[in-house]
Structure formats: structure tokens, C-alpha cells
T-cell receptor, first 114, second 113 residues
Framework: AQSVTQLGSHVSVSEGALVLLRCNYS??????LFWYVQYPNQGLQLLLK??????LVKGINGFEAEFKKSETSFHLTKPSAHMRDAAEYFC????????????FGTGTKLQVIP | KAGVTQTPRYLIKTRGQQVTLSCSPI?????VSWYQQTPGQGLQFLFE???????NKGNFPGRFSGRQFSNSRSEMNVSTLELGDSALYLC????????????FGSGTRLTVV
């Protein structure tokens, strides 16, 4: 069984400030981890993924995430927030190997204050 | 390169009716997954198809069904609609190995009245 927990359903940051969105996972086997972003009235877009290579993963739009096995975490960060980053962000987990379904977290809405 | 196309974008149906939603994946993607998104439940996995075979299924009642055609296009059907079926239905395609990550369509917004 696998699951993800996203801490904070809403996060507000000032434009130019650090963005930190938290994600903790639970998986009985080595996981694959993903972050997706969803803008209003759109589907989800893949930001980045961890598939057991480098633990620090860089994605699109300046986002990155670090896989920490000891903390079972995969937090999403961006050094400087832009207004265009305002969206909902979803962490997701899949068991590595074979054809495993992807389980999504409940999402975190990021508000960027000018 | 065309993205994942879902039709229609919006639907309004009456309780008790049935509905069919369509999804065309990215060319070359053979896996299609369906998710239901609601404010209360978030993203819930419905099912996944690969080469016309259902490979995984979520915990939804039998009123929810799907299929995939030889060209990888997929449809999902919901029979005997209930008010609680109102949601955004998202289709996602991927290459054979799902772990490359999904490409999502823009979704079909279903409203049941």
C-alpha cells in the first residue's frame, strides 16, 4: 500500500519569497515520486519526478525537490515565487517496478501575494 | 505534438441518465488512466487501460466502466448518474511504463442535476 500526505491545504507566500510545499510518503517498496501542478480549469502538468536516480530533482519553472528516505519526504521548493506560480500542487507516489497505480495527495493551493 | 484530448469539456446530465466521456492520448502512448477529481475527495483513481485491457481498477461501483480501442483512444461510461458523480473527470496518458509520469488532458466537467 502507498500513500502521500501533503501538509497544508493552503500556503501563502510573498512574491520573491521561498516556496516550500511539503509532502511525506508511505510505501512498502522503493517509491517513485512526482509533483504535478494544476492551473484553474486545466488538467495536471508534471513538474518533476524521482525515479531512484539523483535524490535532488530539478523540474520545470524553477522548481526542485529532494528525496529524503530517512524522513520519507519529497518536499517541493522554489527559491523565488512568481505570481504565475499561483496554482494547486499535487504530490503523487507510485511503487517502483511493474505496473502500479499512482496515488495522489490532496493538494496544496499556493497563493502568491504581490 | 498534440496533447491529450478530452471531449466534451462540459456536460450537464440529469440524475438517472448515463454519460460517455472520450479521451484521445498522445500519439505513441498506449496507457490511458482515468481519475475523478472533486473538492472533497481529491483525485480518485478510476481505472487504467493498456492495449485494450484494463490493467488496474480503483474502488468505484460497477456503474463506472471504461474501454480502450485499438488506436489507444479510451472512453469511460457512467450509468444511472447520481448527484455525487458531479466532478471533473481527468484522463491521463503515458508510455508503457507509467513511471515516466502522466500527461493529463484538460478534463470533462460533469454536472449532474
Amino acid at each position: 500500500a502507498q500513500s502521500v500526505t501533503q501538509l497544508g491545504s493552503h500556503v501563502s507566500v510573498s512574491e520573491g519569497a521561498l516556496v516550500l510545499l511539503r509532502c511525506n510518503y508511505s510505501s512498502s517498496v522503493p517509491p517513485y515520486l512526482f509533483w504535478y501542478v494544476q492551473y484553474p480549469n486545466q488538467g495536471l502538468q508534471l513538474l518533476l519526478k524521482y525515479t531512484s536516480a539523483a535524490t535532488l530533482v530539478k523540474g520545470i519553472n524553477g522548481f526542485e525537490a529532494e528525496f529524503k528516505k530517512s524522513e520519507t519526504s519529497f518536499h517541493l521548493t522554489k527559491p523565488s515565487a512568481h505570481m504565475r506560480d499561483a496554482a494547486e500542487y499535487f504530490c503523487a507516489v507510485s511503487a517502483s517496478g511493474g505496473y502500479q497505480k499512482v496515488t495522489f495527495g490532496t493538494g496544496t493551493k499556493l497563493q502568491v501575494i504581490p | 505534438k498534440a496533447g491529450v484530448t478530452q471531449t466534451p469539456r462540459y456536460l450537464i446530465k440529469t440524475r438517472g441518465q448515463q454519460v460517455t466521456l472520450s479521451c484521445s492520448p498522445i500519439s505513441g502512448h498506449r496507457s490511458v488512466s482515468w481519475y475523478q477529481q472533486t473538492p472533497g475527495q481529491g483525485l480518485q483513481f478510476l481505472f487504467e487501460y493498456f492495449s485494450e485491457t484494463q490493467r488496474n481498477k480503483g474502488n468505484f461501483p460497477g456503474r463506472f466502466s471504461g474501454r480502450q480501442f485499438s488506436n489507444s483512444r479510451s472512453e469511460m461510461n457512467v450509468s444511472t448518474l447520481e448527484l455525487g458523480d458531479s466532478a471533473l473527470y481527468l484522463c491521463a496518458s503515458s508510455k508503457e511504463d507509467r513511471n515516466y509520469g502522466y500527461t493529463f488532458g484538460s478534463g470533462t466537467r460533469l454536472t449532474v442535476v
